[in-house]
């Protein structure tokens, strides 16, 4: 399943998140959290290209984790469900 979790190191980024929302538009992300997110990609790739369509080659001036996955677990809003769920998990 194409989905991954960003995870930045900041505890706000708006650097990050205006990048997210940009490339990943509603549909296609959610915010977790204040340095959270999770993303839907479309096509099934792997983290370095979700990276690479956030940021350009030369930008490597954030700290962050981009992890896929297939599963999960945890306690989170019903809007968070609900969002997971609408792509297939």
Do not use: C
Not at 2 to 18: D, M, Q, S, V, W
Not at 66 to 87: A, L, M, V
Request: aromatic letters at 12%; zero cysteines; a negative charge.
């Amino acid at each position: 399943m194409p989905l991954f979790a960003l995870i930045a190191k900041k505890e706000t980024n708006p650097r990050i998140e205006g990048l997210i929302s940009e490339k990943y538009p509603d549909e296609n992300s959610i915010s977790i959290g204040s340095a959270s997110w999770l993303i839907y990609e479309p096509e099934k790739v792997m983290p370095e290209t979700v990276h690479n369509k956030l940021f350009s080659e030369s930008d490597n001036s954030e700290t962050f984790l981009i992890i896929p996955f297939e599963s999960y677990w945890g306690i989170q809003s019903k809007t968070i469900w609900n969002w997971i769920g609408s792509k297939g998990m």
